[in-house]
């Protein structure tokens, strides 16, 4: 059975420090997706990366970047120099490669919730 | 490029009572994925739709069923509420047709309060 375990509830940081949001996956599959979305207070999860079990290449986007080992089972999501919009719940998600395409159910974190103070 | 859509935004129920909850996937998606968000926790999947049937379902009972239309849209309903089924309902849609793996993109939810 699959598993995303965040650690982590709740981060409080002041504007501009860099924070870290950890995740840790359980998963039987070789071929699986993961993800992170964020879910500000309107609701609404927001897509910012999708990974693949092949791909173990670091990504940066802006402030942004994740670190995906494979080794630890992890894929751990950095904000650099965080501002106050970044507040928000972030969830990290795992999907097994559906047989038509489609992924099959992404199976969620608890979240982690993220202040930022001005 | 309108994302998914889901109506309604909010919905007052009473214990017992019947809902449909609604979706329209994003412009060429064709896959519908449905989950609930209690407070506090992360989604939980409930079904995806593909080919206007239900491809997968996941631990939830049979109260809770849906459907999909040729044009993609869906519809989630649960009968006989139960005060435990007041959460935020999301529904997802991805491409599912394609050869390689999509992301899933969110609506922005229906939250339902059953009283």
């Known amino acids: 059975a699959q598993k995303v375990t965040q650690a982590q509830t709740e981060i409080s940081v002041v504007e501009k420090e860099d924070v870290t949001l950890d995740c840790v996956y359980e998963?039987?599959?070789?071929?699986?997706?993961l993800f992170w979305y964020k879910q500000p207070p309107s609701g609404e999860l927001v897509f910012l990366i999708r990974?693949?079990?092949?791909?173990?290449q670091n990504e940066i986007s802006g402030r942004y970047s994740w670190n995906f080992q494979k080794s630890t089972s992890s894929f751990n999501f950095t904000i650099t120099a965080s501002q106050v919009v970044d507040s928000a719940v972030y969830f990290c998600?795992?999907?097994?490669?559906?047989?038509?395409?489609?992924?099959?159910?992404?199976?969620f974190g608890k979240g982690i919730t993220l202040s930022v103070r001005p | 490029d309108a994302g998914v859509t889901q109506s309604p935004t909010h919905l007052i129920k009473t214990r017992g009572q019947q809902v449909t909850l609604r979706c329209s996937p994003k412009?060429?998606?064709?896959?519908v994925s449905w989950y609930q968000q209690a407070l506090g926790q992360g989604p939980q999947f409930i079904f995806q739709?593909?080919?206007?049937?239900e491809r997968q379902r996941g631990n939830f009972p049979d109260r809770f069923s849906g459907h999909q239309f040729p044009n993609y849209s869906s519809e989630l309903n649960v009968n006989a509420l139960l005060l435990g089924d007041s959460a935020l309902y999301l529904c997802?849609?991805?491409w599912g047709r394609g050869p390689i793996t999509d992301t899933q993109y969110f609506g922005p939810g229906t939250r339902l309060t059953v009283l």
């Open positions: 998600a795992l999907s097994e490669a559906g047989t038509t395409g489609a992924n099959s159910k992404l199976t």
């Open positions: 998963t039987r599959d070789t071929t699986y997706y």
């Open positions: 990974r693949n079990s092949f791909d173990e």
């Open positions: 412009s060429g998606h064709d896959t």
């Open positions: 739709y593909y080919e206007e049937e």
């Open positions: 997802a849609s991805e």
